[in-house]
């Protein structure tokens, strides 16, 4: 089945290290989304992207960067983790604007990152 | 600002029915999206609006007022398996605003 896939799917790290989260989908979609994911709080979008060439900041980019290798993987990293970085990280993919109607958002199976 | 709205958390029994409100201000309207996450996992697509009305599917429909900025989640003859958190999520200039999500807890 095409699907969405994030590695790892836990990780515990210390203040101050560099961390790379990864994802990767088979759905042949264009457009690629980083989220976190705070109890009480909606999704918040980190970065996106429309296509390979095409990167963008979301709501909370600061403390954030991101790496778009190829269609199909859209790495997420925290150059120097910090203690409020602790969320849950949600990959999502879409079709492009020509897709689907709905052109919903499909989501990775998450990423739990705890830093102490 | 941006801002959506729904509540907390609901409680319903098993085989009832049970309305979940969502309000939004946003920015730009393309549409408004239900999602469904069971915790600890993944939202997962339930339905569309971007029309006024109701658009219905099996047990779930979902209704859209867009001059009152208010969408409803309908779940009917509710099951165990519908305790979950539902994500109401706006549609506004190329991106999802998301709602924080109502927390559904489901009694026999």
């Known amino acids: 089945d095409a699907d969405v896939t994030q590695t790892p799917r836990n990780r515990i790290t210390k203040t101050g290290k560099r961390i790379m989260l990864e994802c990767s989908q088979t759905?042949?979609?264009?457009?690629m989304y980083w989220y976190r994911q705070d109890p009480g709080l909606g999704l918040r979008l980190i970065y996106y992207?429309?296509?390979?060439?095409?990167?963008n900041k979301g709501e909370i980019s600061d403390g954030y960067s991101v790496s778009r290798q190829a269609q199909a993987k859209f790495s997420l990293s925290l150059e120097s983790a910090i203690p409020n970085q602790t969320a849950l990280y949600f990959c999502?993919?879409?079709?492009?604007?020509?897709?689907?109607?709905?052109?919903?958002?499909?989501f990775g199976p998450g990423t739990r990152l705890t830093v102490l | 600002g941006q801002n959506i709205d729904q509540p907390t958390e609901m409680t319903a029994t098993e085989g009832a029915i049970v309305q979940i409100n969502c309000t939004y201000q946003?920015?730009?309207?393309?549409?408004l999206f239900w999602y469904q996450q069971h915790a600890g996992e993944a939202p997962t697509f339930l339905s569309y609006?971007?029309l006024d009305g109701l658009e219905e599917k099996g047990r779930f429909s979902s209704f859209l007022s867009r001059s009152k900025g208010y969408s409803y989640l309908l779940l009917k003859e509710l099951q165990m398996k519908d305790s979950a958190s539902y994500l109401c999520?706006?549609?506004?200039?190329?991106?999802?605003?998301w709602g924080a999500g109502t927390k559904l807890i489901i009694k026999p």
């Open positions: 999502a993919t879409s079709v492009g604007t020509s897709g689907t109607l709905y052109n919903e958002q499909f």
């Open positions: 759905k042949g979609h264009d457009r």
């Open positions: 992207s429309f296509d390979v060439k095409d990167i």
């Open positions: 946003t920015s730009g309207f393309n549409g």
């Open positions: 609006n971007v």
């Open positions: 999520a706006v549609k506004s200039n190329y991106q999802l605003i």
